[in-house]
């Protein structure tokens, strides 16, 4: 693995999104945000710089990795 990738969780993830989006819990006394961290092959990486979050978040939706297996597949 050659980096890491930070993303929101999916909007979808009733477990993340309990009551707010873009990955924001309350509580009475704190704000968490949460972010989820992929390890990222150096192709990867590559192909985030180049062709942005965006593309990788619909790549990622298409293919659906593994994206917690060090051993993984490459997804670019």
Do not use: C
Request: aromatic share 14%.
């Amino acid at each position: 693995m050659h980096s890491v990738y930070f993303t929101y969780p999916y909007e979808n993830d009733l477990n993340i999104y309990i009551t707010d989006p873009y990955g924001q819990i309350l509580t009475l006394t704190a704000r968490m945000q949460v972010f989820w961290v992929f390890p990222a092959h150096e192709s990867e990486h590559q192909f985030i710089r180049q062709a942005g979050p965006d593309a990788v978040e619909v790549l990622g939706s298409e293919r659906k990795p593994a994206v917690h297996d060090f051993r993984r597949a490459l997804v670019v």
